[in-house]
């Protein structure tokens, strides 16, 4: 989508305009300059997040919902290997228990767990115990 708009025009009104074509709330949205991948201030105007003429905005939904954990439950004590691959568009921003992140058109993690009858895991690389796997991306 394509807006035309003065330089001293809030980012506020573009992300309204953007949200109203696309049938979302405007506070659903969240934008990214494309030039610096820096986030944008909606109370800014585009001269103040330095946008020139041509310059790209990208426009994305903000993650709704609780935090994305993985539990794994078993009636008896099994190793276990747990992958996770992102689309080349996001990172990831928080891992537990911490796993070196591989890149294959986008960012993969890959748990390897062993499950106990209490519903725990043990993390094999770091030898920790926990309840759950936990990330987030951005």
């Not at 539990?71 to 996001?90: F, H, M, R």
């Not at 228990?97 to 094999?124: S, Y």
Request: with cysteine; glycine share 8%.
């Amino acid at each position: 989508m394509v807006l035309k708009a003065s330089r001293s025009t809030l980012i506020r009104r573009l992300v309204e305009s953007a949200a109203r074509n696309f049938g979302k709330e405007s506070d659903e949205l969240r934008a990214t300059h494309l030039g610096t991948g820096e986030r944008v201030n909606f109370n800014d105007t585009l001269d103040d997040c330095g946008v020139m003429d041509g310059d790209r905005i990208l426009l994305y939904q903000e993650q709704r919902g609780g935090k994305p954990v993985i539990y794994l439950y078993s009636p008896s004590d099994i190793e276990a290997s747990v992958k996770l691959s992102l689309t080349p568009e996001w990172r990831f921003s928080a891992i537990y228990p911490f796993v070196l992140t591989k890149i294959n058109r986008g960012e993969q993690i890959e748990w390897n767990v062993r499950t106990h009858e209490d519903g725990t895991l043990t993390e094999k690389n770091t030898g920790l115990n926990v309840s759950y796997l936990f990330w987030e991306a951005e």
